[in-house]
């Protein structure tokens, strides 16, 4: 038997048995799983179990991407403010020290006294001004001046119409005082208050406002208060006559114990600067009243 140049030589047959199966095909011989070689005449081996491909990967849902969070906004420059609750003013602490206290810089409550003409707004709205720490200046005429309709003239003379708004109009400004000082404020007040009726005056500004008050009296000379008076217009103005009245009633101030300062030759500016010492010596000294 002869065998193609260059083809491989088959194994020796043994005895019973067959070609051998692991024998290399010849060059260009068919090849696959359970496809036997040309010539080969023995059993035919099963073909490998090909292992099932694995199941495609489905890709695990992804979240959503979250939306960016804006950032909180700023916080309001003005919005609700939480106020302390005004209550009565206590009476101001004197320094520990023996230098004389600086009022320009201390919370205060001022009651500032005197006729119609004393100049009580003029310089209660100048010391207001010119001091060191907030403060605001409350005018008793003004707040009775709020009522517009059936306002109480007060050139119509007093009655009990005049005297409920008077009442009215005093405890707005206590009210008021009460609420600037618990917050830091000081305020002066102004007011033609008689020491011949202590209940329904002084003692009412007191009660409105608390102990720390310290009344002051502005009494110039009759002359100088009709001379102010006569430049007044509109129901601010009264006749000589009221005003004589009610500057001979201030009079009963001397020897009450309270400060008195007779501003007659005493400028704006000037009588705020004895007002000052005045403070300074009733915080080292708080009068009994």
């Known amino acids: 038997m002869q065998h193609a140049v260059g083809s491989p030589l088959p194994p020796p047959h043994q005895p019973g048995h067959g070609p051998h199966t692991t024998w290399a095909p010849a060059a260009g011989a068919a090849q696959g799983p359970g496809v036997p070689p040309p010539g080969f005449s023995g059993p035919v081996p099963p073909a490998p179990l090909t292992p099932p491909a694995p199941p495609a990967q489905v890709p695990a849902p992804q979240p959503p991407a979250p939306h960016p969070v ?78 517009r309709s059936g306002f109480a ?9 005049s005297e409920a ?69 509109g129901n601010r103005r009264l006749t000589d006559e009221e005003v004589a009245r009610i500057h001979g009633r201030m009079a009963g101030w001397y020897g009450s114990g309270l400060p008195i300062i007779d501003n007659s030759q005493l400028d704006v500016p000037g009588t705020a600067r004895v007002l000052d010492e005045v403070l300074a010596r009733a915080i080292a000294s708080p009068p009994n009243w």
């Open 70 to 147: 804006a950032p909180p906004p700023a916080p309001e420059v003005s919005g609700h403010v939480t106020l302390p609750p005004g209550g009565p003013f206590g009476v101001p602490a004197a320094p520990p020290h023996p230098a004389a206290p600086d009022p320009s810089a201390t919370t205060l409550a001022v009651l500032l006294i005197g006729p119609a003409g004393a100049g009580k707004t003029s310089v209660a709205k100048y010391w207001a001004d010119h001091r060191r720490v907030p403060t605001a200046h409350i005018s008793l005429d003004d707040v009775r001046e709020w009522v």
């Open 165 to 233: 708004q008077y009442r009215l109009a005093r405890r707005t400004c206590g009210f008021a005082a009460r609420n600037f000082l618990a917050n830091g404020i000081s305020c002066i007040l102004d007011d033609a208050v008689f020491p011949d009726r202590p209940v329904v005056g002084l003692g009412g500004w007191k009660r409105h406002v608390g102990p720390g008050l310290l009344p002051v009296v502005l009494l110039p000379g009759l002359d100088i208060v009709l001379e102010r008076n006569a430049e007044r217009s």
């Open 153 to 161: 003239d007060p050139q119509t003379g007093w009655n009990d119409h």
